[in-house]
């Protein structure tokens, strides 16, 4: 099958902008989670949906972050204005329904705030 | 406060050679246990994923044990190769709320020839 797609894989942007990053994930995925993940350390949850329902989002920045599942499939995730502890790779994940259900990753987009 | 931490935070092994990573967790209630590699510039890879009732699982050169009563995880790799070199996350689910999924910060795993 094929795997959770990101785009774009690298972004430099300067502080104050914004940017918006894609994930389509696994077809029959109901699941999808956004990560943010700091260098040298473990990813953090920003947010996960069931299909196009927000389930948790209690680690969002609601004041600059948004993000988006209108049809239960692709996802966008926005930063608007960017600051610069942002930078991070944010990665993109997809499950089955189900807490025993492993989540399938996208390689992530690298985003570095000037 | 439910936390994973994760031993040691960086290891070197010669090819060849077997290793075996610690990770302790403080999270309750506990639902499964799971370890993920990822290779520099991608995502996590799911290895294994272990329930409350199982206490060692394989994964070809990877196995993984559990002990739910100390709520500590290690993950042995053996006979290790260059591929190898990663870091190595794990990740403990509770049972209750949405965000019910914590991570480890890994360990750091270089195999040098």
């Known amino acids: 099958e094929a795997g959770v797609a990101q785009s774009p894989r690298y972004k430099i942007i300067e502080k104050r902008q914004s940017v918006a990053f894609w994930c389509n994930p696994i077809s029959g995925h109901a699941t999808l989670y956004w990560y943010q993940q700091i260098l040298g350390q473990g990813p953090k949850l920003l947010i996960q949906f069931q299909n196009n329902g927000v389930v948790d989002d209690s680690q969002l920045p609601k004041d600059r972050f948004s993000a988006e599942r209108l049809k239960g499939v692709d996802s966008t995730l926005k930063i608007q204005p960017a600051k610069l502890e942002d930078s991070a790779v944010y990665l993109c994940?997809?499950?089955?329904?189900?807490?025993?259900?492993?989540?399938?990753f996208g390689d992530g987009t690298r985003l570095s705030i000037l | 406060k439910n936390q994973v931490e994760q031993s040691p935070q960086s290891l070197i092994i010669l090819e060849g050679k077997n290793c075996t990573l610690q990770?302790?967790?403080?999270?309750?209630?506990?639902?499964?246990l799971r370890w993920y590699k990822q290779d520099t510039g991608r995502g996590p890879v799911s290895l294994t994923i272990?329930?409350?009732?199982?206490n060692t699982k394989s994964n070809g050169r990877y196995t993984a044990t559990l002990d739910a009563d100390t709520k500590q995880s290690s993950l042995h790799i053996t006979a290790s190769q260059l591929s190898d070199s990663a870091s190595y996350i794990c990740v403990v689910s509770g049972q209750t709320g949405a965000n019910n999924l914590f991570f480890g910060t890994g360990t750091r795993l270089t195999v040098i020839p």
């Open positions: 272990m329930t409350f009732s199982e």
């Open positions: 994940a997809s499950s089955r329904t189900g807490s025993s259900q492993p989540q399938h």
């Open positions: 990770c302790n967790y403080t999270v309750s209630p506990f639902s499964n």
